[in-house]
């Protein structure tokens, strides 16, 4: 016998039949647990009609099946939680919580949502929030730890209508500049905080203007800002300075710290236009020619597995695929929207830049199933459908999977990413002219030529086939 549900004691056939998806009753034709069976009517009866006091309903709303507490159901106790996660004093949620409280509450399934308040540090956040008697703005988050919690919780709130949407990647940029800022000694303050004023964020303001400043953006302008950062220290260290600074030095520096060529670039540009130092020339490094790929029968081997190897995950088989047909980076694949993707007249496309893609029937159920999981991830969003729907959500599933966890789960699943890439885009150039594989793959025609360059593929017979 288990005692401890709050309808009494009950066999162990109960508890599992109370596990069961509610159902009709053969005899009364209600929806309820059914625990018992009808040999007369050919089915299985609720307990009233099988003459015990075992209903397994809500004791507040009747919604059958789903007890969790005190004889009330999920959905209840998640109710009556978020009003004493949200309430003042008085015991009242502030009306500017409302939409919160009610689409936490409305949240499918609720079970999800009590898992996050028993585990998550987010709920204390939010009880902070409704407790203070200011305004809740962007300011009220900003002044927190800038982790994953608080940005769930942001997200909760501007898809909720409390905080206005704003452009993520230049919010962040922006706090981490100010605290960075602080970390500098005076000397370094004076040349780092124009720079990155006026050198590195009034231009990501312009690209969020116009919606196009994405993370790998904002990784790269932070690059640029500690980069100019180590070159002061490399100057404090040798007891050097911006005016004094000459070609030589930079060229050793260059030479020393190679992989931070491009950054170290964009901070000596800047210091030479302002006469900071004198006139000092980064030579534009070209992107050497890729070296690595996978043989044939590896490259068909990886996507075979993808496509048919139901024990790797959904996200990673998709990515994989992408990948090895169509030499997509994992940057793109990373924000890749369910709008992308179409059907027509029964063959499936992926839009790839301007132009949509037929994509292998195997593949394109993969996506389909993936589609499927993304948009039952439960999560709140802006009813009006401005929030962009990811085909392979992070955490929380309105904002992407970072780039960073995608190309560690291929790899932890053996998956090869640059080769694989490499390879398809060889393949390509190797069957088709460079101004196609462009629009195919939405690369420049700059890139798809050197590719056909390095592949040693002549396109002449392409263009004296081409009318004028």
């Keep these: ?30 929806v309820r647990v059914l625990v018992g069976s009808s040999d007369d009517q050919n089915g299985e ?33 998640v109710a009556d939680r978020v009003q004493d996660l949200l309430s003042r004093d008085d015991g009242t949620i ?18 999800t949502l009590l898992r996050w308040l028993s585990q998550s540090r987010g709920p204390k956040i939010l009880a902070r929030l409704a407790s203070q008697s200011a305004e809740i703005t962007h300011r009220s988050l900003d002044i927190l730890p800038q982790d994953r919690t608080t940005r769930h919780v942001r997200e909760m709130l501007v898809a909720t209508g409390i905080l206005p949407p ?17 970390q500098l000694p005076d000397q370094h303050r004076a040349s780092i905080a124009p720079f990155a004023e006026w050198g590195i964020v009034r231009d990501a303001r312009r690209r969020a203007a116009r919606g196009r400043y994405t993370t790998r953006a904002a990784t790269a302008d932070r690059a640029d800002i500690r980069t100019a950062a180590k070159f002061l220290a490399w ?37 030479t236009l302002r006469r900071l130092t004198g006139v000092i020339t980064v030579p534009a490094r070209r992107p050497g020619l890729p070296s690595r790929f996978l043989s044939e029968q590896q490259h068909h081997q990886q996507l075979k597995r993808c496509l048919n190897d139901e024990t790797l995950p959904l996200a990673v088989r998709i990515a994989g695929t992408l990948t090895g047909l169509y030499a997509l980076p994992i940057s793109w694949l990373a924000e890749l929207t369910i709008e992308r993707f179409h059907r027509d007249t029964g063959s499936a496309y992926l839009t790839i830049g301007d132009n949509p893609v ?23 969003r802006p009813p009006d459908g401005s929030a962009p729907a990811f085909l392979l959500p992070g955490r929380p599933p ?10 560690a789960s291929m790899r932890r699943h053996g998956l090869a990413i640059i080769t694989a890439r490499n390879t398809a885009m060889l393949e390509a150039v190797a069957d088709l002219p460079p ?15 050197r590719w056909a360059q390095y592949a040693q593929v002549s396109w002449t017979d392409y263009l004296a086939a081409t009318p004028d």
């Design 398 to 407: 309105t904002r992407p999977i970072s780039e960073g966890q995608l190309q």
């Design 358 to 380: 037929l994509l292998p029937p195997r593949l394109a159920e993969l996506i389909e199933r993936q589609i499927e999981r993304a948009v039952s991830i439960p999560s709140l």
């Design 1 to 30: 016998m288990r005692a401890n549900w709050p309808i009494g004691p009950v066999c162990d056939a109960c508890y599992q039949r109370r596990k069961r998806q509610p159902r009709p009753c053969v005899r009364c034709n209600v």
């Design 235 to 271: 100057l404090d260290n040798n007891q050097l300075d911006l005016a004094g600074v000459s070609q030589a030095h930079v060229d050793h520096w260059l030479t020393t710290h190679p992989t931070l060529h491009r950054s170290a670039g964009a901070f000596l540009r800047w210091t």
């Design 45 to 77: 009866l609720c307990g009233p009609c099988c003459g015990v006091d075992i209903d397994f309903a809500c004791n507040r709303c009747g919604f059958p099946g789903d007890t969790y507490a005190d004889g009330a159901c999920t959905r209840c106790i």
């Design 435 to 449: 101004i196609v594989v462009s629009d195919l793959f939405g690369i420049s025609p700059r890139t798809a030529y």
């Design 166 to 182: 704003r452009n993520e990647n230049l919010a962040r940029l922006e706090l981490w500049l100010h605290h960075m800022l602080e």
């Design 94 to 111: 502030a009306a500017a919580l409302r939409p919160l409280a009610d689409g936490l509450i409305a949240l499918d399934p609720p079970i």
